[in-house]
């Protein structure tokens, strides 16, 4: 993804989620979003595999758990009707259908709706 497009999703986190945001920042081609609680997300789409991404909360030292929407084709996952994509709920082996739209934009808007549940609570 080009850095002017992390860029234009980097706005639209801050300025659409600030209530949950700490920081937001472009690393290694990926966007960063620093949460309140400390968590943090990482939003990656690969320069070398069109169309493969990972969209991974790390909230292990909060709470034990991660959430990540991706579309490695890990065969385990094979049963899955949205098969190679997947979401892994709390943990990397409780995986289930993504329901994750898969443009950009409406995907950072998306999971970060779905975290902004969990942290306002």
Same mark, same amino acid.
């Given at each position: 993804?080009? $850095?002017?497009? /992390?860029?234009?999703?980097? @706005?639209?986190?801050?300025?659409?989620?600030?209530? &949950? &945001?700490?920081? @937001?920042? &472009?690393?290694? #081609?990926? /966007?960063?979003?620093?949460? =309140?609680?400390?968590?943090? =997300?990482?939003?990656?789409? %690969?320069?070398?595999?069109?169309?493969?991404?990972? #969209? #991974?909360?790390?909230?292990?030292?909060?709470?034990?758990? $991660?959430?990540?929407? +991706?579309?490695?084709?890990? %065969?385990?996952?094979? #049963? /899955?009707?949205?098969?190679?994509?997947?979401?892994?709920?709390?943990? +990397?082996?409780?995986?289930?259908?993504?329901?994750?739209?898969?443009?950009?934009?409406?995907?950072?808007?998306?999971?970060?709706?779905?975290? %902004?549940?969990?942290? /306002?609570?």
């Amino acid at each position: 993804m080009a $850095i002017t497009d /992390l860029i234009e999703l980097s @706005v639209i986190a801050t300025t659409e989620f600030p209530e &949950i &945001i700490r920081v @937001v920042s &472009i690393k290694e #081609h990926k /966007l960063r979003v620093v949460l =309140i609680d400390e968590s943090y =997300i990482d939003f990656w789409w %690969s320069e070398q595999v069109n169309g493969r991404y990972a #969209h #991974h909360w790390e909230r292990r030292h909060v709470d034990g758990s $991660i959430y990540r929407y +991706d579309n490695a084709p890990h %065969s385990p996952w094979k #049963h /899955l009707r949205s098969f190679p994509h997947h979401f892994h709920f709390k943990s +990397d082996t409780d995986v289930r259908e993504s329901d994750l739209n898969l443009a950009p934009v409406e995907s950072v808007r998306q999971f970060l709706t779905f975290t %902004s549940t969990i942290i /306002l609570k």
